[in-house]
């Protein structure tokens, strides 16, 4: 963590979001953030010590709102509250996830509506400076009143309670804090759950499937791009014109891609004339349709996150202007189940056609390759089984593409009678991303093997350079071998952005900022 990543409350961009999740930065806030903190805090003591009632700052919470709490017990309270919603289940939430967790929990608690003190924001910046990162369990929270359990979690760690993650293993958050010199808080009124309400745990699920949609857009249009020259496609079905008529922006930017990857292929050039196919199936011919509208919604969902990034989702909310504390309901995930149901549809959609490209490439009827990709086919099952673990994973994101947030289930005694189920709704995103990235990673090495067998006819130069990428990490398949090794090769090529880092300029201008 050499780099220090200044937050200003508020003013997060999509590519300040993707760097703290691609990699550790340490975190500093902006020194013109604390005015609005301490002003809001302050409006807290004044409210304490005037003795009015007022929810979540000396009563009980959710159905136990009308309980007046003596202010001798407030810190009791909120340290109970900590406690008793920290009950999280199944795995840990990775760290590149919770550095996202934290990072806008910080951004959102510094705009100055939450009434909490600035030396617990600056307790959570020391800790994540410090490589503490807390043990959040990834499933507890149905995406209303907060992600309640698991901003609990990340709670503990600041209260030297629990466990946390060093360097990737697991030690006791009071051991963890004293040896980097960090003193637990003590939380004051209100800010316990000013910590825990929010949707700081739903979004940073979902931003994490939207950069790994970027990467599988990216990635499947190269494939894509390849498997049309494997199979000898046309690319006239890319041409400008066609889609400058329908108009659609997402479909315009991913036909140009296609475009450029194809321009100058040998392969292409040996059947310009006299190709006896009239046309393509969809599967190549309607790749700027699916992707382009692929693009748009992950767009339209990065569009909802930025914007829930940058938002302030706790309550009640402080208003300095007016003395007041106001209870309302921004800690409601709906956008964010919104942002990524849409982002499970664009996932699902490219993983589908991608299975469809490698069902043609094996099927020498339509591919004109030899059957199954393989030299000696039937002493050699070559790709046969490859693609049946393609078709097995674009099934399964089907059902994991149900959107999730028609779903609702009341809890706390009916009081929060209607929720988002955003944080499942983003958490299921990286399964899916993950079988999505598989299906194209398999779709590489089929559509690579099928541009081999048209040597020494040559594939443009942009798609040789991503050819000679996948070479270096698996030969050619010339005859049957251990072949889940090659595919995780290839996945991971994928998920880690290295294949679409070969063409990286066609895709920069692609997202929002």
């Known amino acids: 963590m050499s780099t220090t990543f200044t937050i200003q409350p508020g003013q997060f961009k999509l590519a300040d979001l993707r760097a703290i999740w691609q990699k550790p930065f340490k975190l500093a806030l902006a020194e013109s953030a604390y005015s609005a903190i301490n002003e809001s805090s302050a409006t807290i003591d004044r409210i304490v010590a005037k003795g009015d009632a007022a929810y979540g700052i000396n009563t009980g919470f959710g159905k136990l709102a009308k309980t007046r709490i003596p202010d001798e017990d407030l810190e009791l309270l909120q340290k109970n509250l900590i406690l008793s919603h920290s009950v999280g289940s199944g795995e840990l939430i990775s760290d590149e996830v919770v550095r996202l967790i934290i990072a806008m929990k910080i951004a959102s608690l510094a705009r100055g509506f939450s009434g909490i003190r600035a030396s617990v924001i600056d307790t959570m910046i020391a800790a994540y400076n410090a490589g503490i990162m807390p043990a959040i369990p990834v499933k507890g929270s149905v995406g209303a009143s907060g992600d309640l359990a698991p901003l609990s979690h990340m709670t503990l760690a600041i209260m030297g309670e629990g466990q946390v993650r060093v360097d990737g293993k697991m030690v006791d958050a009071k051991e963890a804090l004293a040896k980097a010199g960090i003193t637990p808080v003590v939380l004051a009124a209100k800010e316990g759950l000013a910590l825990i309400n929010g949707t700081q745990v739903s979004t940073a699920l979902a931003l994490n499937g939207l950069f790994l949609a970027e990467r599988l857009l990216e990635a499947a249009t190269i494939t894509g791009a390849l498997s049309v020259d494997a199979a000898k496609g046309s690319d006239a079905p890319f041409d400008p014109r066609i889609h400058a008529v329908r108009g659609q922006p997402g479909q315009i930017a991913t036909a140009n891609i296609y475009r450029t990857l194809l321009s100058g292929s040998e392969i292409r050039q040996s059947h ?242």
């Not at 748009?296 to 989702?313: F, G, K, Q, S």
């Not at 790709?383 to 994991?400: C, D, G, R």
């Not at 990673?441 to 798609?463: N, R, W």
């Open 272 to 513: 310009l004339v006299n190709d006896e196919r009239v046309q393509d199936p969809y599967c190549l011919r309607c790749q700027p349709q699916v992707m382009g509208a692929c693009l748009d919604i992950i767009n339209n969902a990065a569009r909802t996150l930025l914007t829930e990034a940058n938002a302030v989702t706790d309550n009640p909310l402080v208003f300095v202007d007016t003395n007041e504390v106001i209870s309302g309901g921004n800690f409601h995930a709906e956008p964010v189940a919104f942002a990524a149901d849409t982002l499970a549809l664009a996932i699902a959609e490219i993983g589908s056609i991608s299975e469809r490209r490698i069902a043609l490439l094996i099927d020498s009827s339509i591919s004109g390759l030899p059957p199954f990709l393989v030299p000696s086919s039937g002493l050699n099952s070559g790709f046969m089984i490859a693609h049946v673990t393609a078709a097995a994973l674009a099934s399964e994101n089907k059902s994991h593409a149900h959107p999730a947030s028609v779903d609702t289930i009341p809890t706390s005694a009916n009081q929060e009678d209607h929720v988002s189920m955003a944080t499942y709704a983003g958490r299921r995103l990286h399964e899916m991303a993950h079988n999505t990235a598989t299906i194209v990673g398999i779709e590489l090495l089929a559509a690579a093997q099928g541009v081999d067998f048209h040597a020494p006819l040559k594939t443009s130069s942009s798609l040789s350079t991503v050819h000679a990428l996948l070479r270096s990490k698996v030969a050619f398949y010339d005859k049957d071998r251990f072949f889940a090794p090659d595919i995780e090769a290839a996945k991971n090529l994928v998920v880690d952005g290295a294949l679409s880092a070969q063409c990286a300029d066609l895709y920069s201008h692609l997202y929002l900022d």
